[in-house]
């Protein structure tokens, strides 16, 4: 029967189980079932070469190779703490025959054995082009896929293999460092026939017999670095860190044209990277694969790429038994004794000079890192050791927001509420229904006038998260028409630019419900409603603001930049009354004569720096110590995503933040305008005097 074991959601099928008796290290004591690397045999001291410079082995070596050709191709069990354990081929042959950068070999890890595990099932899977791997710092996994690619030049003729970083500089240090020196120390029976001078710094070209090559080389971090011919093994290395200028998910999306040929895979890829700055950095391009690469929810997945990732705990230095196995938990009396006398130091008065003391380890890896080494860490400190040490999916992005307008990990705390919660918004459609008040004399006339009526469209532009408390509440003063419900609902809206617009276009329209306190708890303070869809004319966008003003019997402060017509439109409908006009907190206390206009310039520098005031106060609140923010009553994931990205330098992309803030100048305008500072009292009248010439 087939043996599977359970890895990150995947049942890998494990080859077949040899008897105990036949798996390397059996028989011996506990304690000496360890992984060694061990050297070469002595018959390897003196190796000749014949004419053509190729390896000429005697029979006794020969045998040696191909024992080990074996094992690097089909992996071996063996016997590690009285654990029968299965070491897939490209596993034993990093284990066995990589040198890291440091000079040193690779050192068991069961993690690193259980991702192995994983890759190969994976591999083996043909819609599948890579893994996405989130990492710890200092994981090992750049060497990991280093090795695989000097593997897979190795063990097959007219490989195209390629490597980039963040950076030249790193792509070409990974290269020299991680691929082209592990490469001169491998024995003599894994090294091909090098073409060019073997500490080549550019690329590696291996020949093989027969005429065979193949072939590695490294690219600085540019979307045309590997975009035609045929790639067999690509590393992809920290694509949470590339430029801006160079888009991981669309640099991603050209190498993987090269993988495939037609609808046949012909090459891999892995993505091996630490977090990092989400919203301006590469963090937020790492995301787009990341979450494309999610095999939970379709296959073949978006970008035929599969995620993967292990808790910073796992594997964690310091945390690690003598047989390789994480001490996630509370360590074993064994565990114990092992780990303190490696790591714990202390001098000839006792007192403590290493980093983990006994207390440290009688913790567990998974409470070390979850609660000790965060303790006292505030702010970004905390958001960069929770960056370099992620303990699941969310606190890898979770807290990758420097550069953030706002508390990036507040934001994230919300989208995973609402991703478990799942708010429930109503999609409808806003439509004009005429209303008739009878006359309540006879000779007057009955009147007429319009309201608006809510119908359920699958394709609405509307998004309603709640209904207002008094719909059309709003009242004709002599024909022009006044809403009524102002110190409930307040409309914010970011509007077109152009009268017709070409393919249409996605102006934002945004009902915010103002504070509403009963006994004693807030229950407002939160978008209810937003509106997002294509509109060809304005005066069509403008009659959606129009009804969402009488639904919710509130004003509506547009972004005035674009254009002003809508002014026109409300007027012509008797509505003038529904247009906010210039918030106080939006008027500059040092200019005489503010131009009071129906709405906000955007285009006015102090109204424009008010704008992100404002969306602070109400995103993080007012105190630097408490929280008293109001982002955690955001219900809508696609303004939050939009916050978390906020860059008020170029605020064209943020059309939802920029609703909102529209929304908020009014309710926050009147609490938080400036005050002038009172005249000067003249206790004694004053004249002017004109002296004669």
Not at 188 to 215: I, M, R
Not at 443 to 463: C, H, N, R, V
Not at 607 to 627: A, F, H, P, R, W
Request: aromatic residues 12%; proline residues 6%.
């Amino acid at each position: 029967m087939s043996e599977y074991l359970e890895i990150y959601g995947t049942n890998v099928k494990l080859p077949e189980r040899p008897k105990d008796e036949d798996a390397e290290n059996y028989g011996l004591p506990r304690k000496e079932q360890k992984w060694r690397r061990g050297e070469l045999p002595p018959i390897f001291d003196n190796v000749e070469y014949d004419k053509n410079k190729r390896l000429d082995l005697t029979p006794e070596q020969d045998a040696y190779a191909e024992q080990e050709l074996k094992k690097c191709r089909n992996g071996i069990w063996m016997w590690i703490g009285e654990k029968l354990r299965c070491i897939p081929g490209r596993y034993y042959f990093y284990l066995k025959y990589y040198i890291l950068e440091d000079g040193n070999p690779p050192e068991f890890r069961e993690a690193d054995r259980i991702y192995f595990l994983f890759w190969q099932h994976w591999f083996h899977i043909l819609w599948c082009l890579g893994i996405v791997r989130i990492k710890k710092r200092r994981q090992g996994a750049s060497s990991q896929s280093c090795s695989n690619i000097l593997y897979e030049a190795i063990f097959f003729r007219n490989s195209n293999c390629g490597l980039l970083s963040k950076t030249r500089e790193d792509s070409k240090a990974t290269f020299t460092e991680m691929v082209s020196n592990a490469y001169q120390l491998l024995p003599p029976f894994f090294k091909q026939q090098l073409q060019g001078k073997e500490d080549s710094v550019t690329e590696l070209v291996l020949v093989h017999e027969k005429g065979a090559s193949s072939k590695i080389s490294y690219k600085a971090p540019v979307l045309n670095a590997y975009d035609r011919g045929r790639m067999s093994y690509v590393l992809l290395d920290e694509g949470g860190k590339y430029p801006l200028d160079v888009p991981a998910s669309r640099l991603l999306a050209i190498i993987s044209k090269t993988l495939t040929k037609g609808v046949k895979r012909v090459g891999w890829i892995d993505c091996p990277s630490t977090v990092n700055e989400l919203t301006k950095g590469g963090g937020a391009e790492y995301k787009k694969i990341f979450d494309s690469a999610n095999q939970f929810k379709k296959k073949p997945t978006i970008n035929r790429l599969v995620r993967f990732f292990q808790p910073a705990y796992e594997a964690y230095e310091g945390f690690i038994d003598e047989f390789g196995d994480s001490v996630v938990s509370e360590p074993t009396e064994e565990q114990y004794e092992y780990l303190v006398s490696k790591w714990v130091q202390r001098n000839e008065e006792g007192e403590l000079i290493s980093e983990l003391s006994e207390d440290d380890i009688k913790l567990g890896a998974k409470v070390y890192v979850l609660e000790k080494r965060r303790e006292g860490l505030e702010g970004t400190d905390l958001e960069e050791e929770v960056r370099m040490n992620p303990c699941d999916e969310d606190e890898a992005f979770m807290y990758a927001g420097q550069g953030c307008e706002f508390n990036a990990g507040n934001i994230k705390r919300q989208l995973k509420y609402i991703e478990d919660e799942k708010p429930f918004l109503r999609q409808l459609r806003f439509i004009p229904e005429k209303r008739i008040t009878p006359a309540r004399f006879p000779t007057q006339k009955d009147k007429e006038d319009y309201i608006t009526k809510p119908m359920d469209d699958a394709k609405g532009g509307w998004f309603v998260l709640e209904y207002p408390n008094k719909p059309n509440y709003f009242a004709d003063r002599g024909g022009y028409l006044e809403p009524l419900n102002k110190s409930m609902y307040q409309v914010g809206v970011d509007t077109t630019k152009d009268i017709v617009t070409i393919n249409g276009s996605k102006p934002v329209i945004m009902v915010f419900k103002k504070s509403c306190i009963i006994e004693g708890e807030e229950m407002g303070m939160y978008p209810v409603a937003m509106w997002i869809a294509e509109t060809r004319l304005d005066i069509h966008f403008d009659e959606q603001v129009l009804l969402a003003c009488k639904w919710y019997g509130c004003t509506a402060n547009y972004e005035i930049d674009a254009r002003g017509d809508y002014y026109r439109y409300f007027n012509k409908q008797k509505c003038g009354a529904f247009l906010e006009w210039t918030p106080k907190v939006a008027q500059n206390p040092v200019k005489k004569n503010n131009k009071i206009e129906p709405g906000t310039r955007s285009g006015d520098p102090f109204q424009l720096s008010t704008q992100l005031q404002v969306g602070k106060m109400y995103i993080d609140g007012t105190d630097n110590e408490v929280y008293n923010g109001h982002v955690h009553r955001i219900m809508y994931p696609t303004l939050l995503n939009q916050l978390l990205k906020y860059d008020h330098s170029d605020r064209t992309p943020y059309d939802q933040c920029i609703a909102l803030f529209m929304c908020l100048l009014p309710i926050f305008g009147e609490q938080q305008a400036p005050v002038l500072p009172a005249s000067k009292i003249k206790v004694l009248p004053q004249y002017k005097i004109k002296m004669p010439a």
